[in-house]
């Protein structure tokens, strides 16, 4: 417990000083996490004798990570319009890593395999890699706004979950998942939902925002985090791991502290950017 106390205050410092700091580094920081997550994926992609394509997943998601910084650090175009370049180039990276994925299946001549092969392998890149990409898409929002929400998606995401642990472990006695994953509690979730929603409302305050527009944000982020834990449990089960990996100590690899994350970041991201005029100040 002390050592997950620790490694979880000194991890979480270092990334929000990385938030703040923004620019190159901040990208550097999150393509490192990308490669760590798609290095663990491949893993348990092994042990359930599923053929990883680790060099696709990963070349595809770091291509993608620095094709947004660098549209993004282009000062001589308009913010958004370098934001959006970004965002218009997950398609056509989608229709690519397909392609080179797939084809790679079908040179190695392993027709009954092939296709679990390949869908396990599409599926990594764009859970992990394009997931990861929208944590840089948040921060790149021009203006506070940027720094904001990213901020926002993260702090309400971690709430989420240490809320949902600490109500789960002394208070859970309804099991919300049993066959997936049978330490979570519907009482968990419900502390989850107001931990995430209190964050949502300080950070609302701190930042003058409108605090039905936050709470809303919040309940969406909380929601989306949730079912982000479950889908890395349903991963994690199949391959008959306890852990993603053991980079983080006392917290399991990238994926077991970052899997929530991987779906909150893209939908505050497309609530934010649909619904600009009522949550951008710029």
């Given amino acids: 417990m002390i050592q997950r106390l620790i490694s979880g205050v000194l991890g979480g410092a270092l990334l929000l000083f990385l938030i703040g700091f923004g620019r190159l580094p901040f990208t550097l920081a999150v393509g490192l996490l990308t490669t760590l997550g798609i290095l663990e994926y491949a893993e348990l992609l092994k042990k359930q004798k599923i053929r990883s394509q680790t060099q696709v997943m990963l070349g595809?998601?770091?291509?993608?990570?620095?094709?947004?910084?660098?549209?993004?650090?282009?000062?001589?175009i308009n913010p958004f319009e370098a934001l959006w370049i970004g965002e218009r180039t997950l398609p056509l990276m989608l229709i690519?890593?397909?392609?080179?994925?797939?084809i790679n299946e079908l040179s190695r001549g392993n027709p009954e395999q092939g296709l679990?092969?390949?869908?396990?392998?599409?599926?990594g890149t764009v859970y992990i890699g394009f997931m990861f990409a929208y944590i840089l898409l948040l921060r790149f929002i021009p203006g506070i706004d940027g720094l904001f929400y990213v901020l926002f998606a993260i702090l309400v995401t971690w709430a989420n979950d240490s809320a949902a642990y600490f109500i789960g472990i002394n208070f859970g006695?309804?099991?919300?998942?049993?066959?997936?994953s049978p330490k979570k509690s519907i009482e968990g979730s419900?502390?989850?939902?107001?931990?995430?929603?209190?964050i949502a409302v300080i950070l609302g305050l701190f930042f003058d925002k409108d605090m039905i527009l936050m709470l809303i944000l919040g309940f969406l982020v909380v929601a989306a985090g949730q079912f982000g834990d479950l889908i890395e449990s349903i991963i994690k089960r199949n391959a008959g791991v306890k852990d993603s990996?053991?980079?983080?100590?006392g917290h399991g690899g990238v994926l077991?502290?970052?899997?929530?994350?991987l779906l909150t970041a893209p939908v505050v991201y497309y609530v934010v950017i649909y619904f600009k005029p009522y949550f951008l100040s710029v």
Avoid: E, M, Q, W
């Fill in 96 to 102: 690519i890593i397909f392609a080179v994925i797939f």
């Fill in 256 to 261: 077991d502290r970052f899997d929530s994350l």
């Fill in 245 to 249: 990996g053991y980079f983080l100590p």
């Fill in 190 to 198: 419900i502390g989850g939902f107001a931990g995430g929603l209190i």
């Fill in 116 to 123: 679990i092969n390949a869908a396990a392998n599409l599926f």
């Fill in 60 to 76: 595809g998601s770091l291509f993608l990570l620095g094709l947004i910084h660098v549209s993004s650090a282009n000062t001589g």
């Fill in 173 to 180: 006695k309804h099991k919300l998942c049993p066959k997936i």
